[in-house]
């Protein structure tokens, strides 16, 4: 499995390059300036004409989600229904759980994976999703659908971040996808893996873990 999954942790290594730095956890994490748009456009911009997941009724740069007062409470207003939840198909759901508000909580830890495990533990998308059983092969179509290719060269910063997301989440949940699911994902993006000078390490060299390395930034990856 190491084998076929190694390519696609290089969205990570981007990812990082990009976001190193930037930390969600103090007093006011989560708070968007929104920069003196409407709601309305916040709203719109948030949830594109083809979205067919959960509408979350409070999301980042509207007046409402700052005038919440602690991150728990960011946290309990993003929490699915459970009479909306048992009713979405595996596309919608997979939908809503990359639209989370919180989703970049991940990368407030210096350990991405850590940083997911926090995440999944406070959303209720993720107890739902590990019950379905297309939960794989949907998530391969919603990955696509993000443009890995595109996302890493930086064209679109909002999809590299949910391109980490989901490399996290498809890292978590590995074990459930096949070998082929796997090899579909990471030709998504090896084109412009080989291309933009991205360095990948034998496992044997690094012992139980592999490093990916893009330019002069440099990433641990847990197997």
């Known amino acids: 499995m190491k084998r076929i999954t190694r390519l696609f942790f290089a969205a990570f290594v ?10 969600a956890a103090n007093g006011e994490r989560g708070k968007i300036d929104n920069g003196g748009k409407s709601e309305q456009i ?26 919440l007062r602690n991150h728990q409470q960011m946290v309990d207003a993003c929490q699915i229904p459970e009479d909306v939840i048992s009713e979405m198909t595996t596309s919608e759901l997979i939908e809503t759980i990359i ?9 407030a ?43 890493l060269r930086g064209d679109n910063d ?21 070998d082929a699911e796997l090899q579909s994902i990471s030709d998504l993006f090896k084109d412009v893996v080989e291309s933009e000078n991205i360095q990948l390490i034998p496992d044997a060299e690094l012992s139980s873990s592999h490093v990916i390395c893009f330019g002069k930034s440099r990433a641990s990856l847990v197997p």
Not at 45 to 52: G, I, L, R, S
């Open 14 to 23: 981007l990812s990082f390059a990009i976001l190193f730095g930037m930390s």
């Open 42 to 67: 916040i709203i719109d911009q948030y949830f594109p004409d083809d979205y067919k997941g959960y509408r979350y009724p409070i999301i980042p740069g509207t007046e409402s989600w700052n005038a």
């Open 99 to 107: 639209a989370y508000p919180l989703y970049t909580d991940m990368y």
């Open 109 to 151: 830890y210096d350990n991405w994976d850590d940083g997911f495990e926090i995440v999944r533990q406070h959303f209720n998308g993720f107890d739902e999703l590990e019950s379905r059983k297309d939960m794989a092969v949907e998530t391969v179509k919603a990955y696509a659908k993000l443009n890995p290719a595109v996302a």
């Open 158 to 178: 909002g999809n590299l971040l949910k391109l980490g997301y989901m490399s996290a989440m498809i890292n978590y949940y590995r074990s459930g996808f096949s």
